[in-house]
Nanobody, 123 residues
Framework: QLQLVESGGGLVQPGGSLRLSCEAS????????IGWFRQAPGKEREGVSC????????NYADSVKGRFTISRDNAKNTVYLHMNSLKPEDTAVYYC????????????????WGQGTQVTVSS
């Protein structure tokens, strides 16, 4: 059974950077596409970025394009989300998720989820 654990969240000032990690155990990530999602209080969970199993294809929500970068290191069984130029509206719990299928921003197509990591952007 694939298990995912996110880390790297925290409190950061506007304009700052964070790197989130999604580490897998129980199975290799080699054959899974990975998505990053976030959920702010009172809002629905939304797709932030996704990456194909090979890393060759990536996609980003318009709200984070040019600021966030998704990457993966299959040798370390880990996917990363590099977040730059953070804004208060990026504040949310960030989740990673895995799917056997194609990389997608549709959360209902993901089978495995981590527990989330809090990101707070505030001065």
């Amino acid at each position: 059974q694939l298990q995912l654990v996110e880390s790297g969240g925290g409190l950061v000032q506007p304009g700052g950077s964070l790197r989130l990690s999604c580490e897998a155990s129980g199975s290799t990530l080699d054959y899974y596409a990975i998505g990053w999602f976030r959920q702010a209080p009172g809002k629905e969970r939304e797709g932030v970025s996704c990456i194909s199993h090979s890393g060759g294809n990536t996609n980003y929500a318009d709200s984070v394009k040019g600021r966030f970068t998704i990457s993966r290191d299959n040798a370390k069984n880990t996917v990363y989300l590099h977040m730059n130029s953070l804004k208060p509206e990026d504040t949310a719990v960030y989740y990673c998720a895995a799917t056997w299928g194609l990389a997608t921003m549709k959360r209902t197509l993901y089978d495995y989820w981590g527990q989330g990591t809090q990101v707070t952007v505030s001065s």
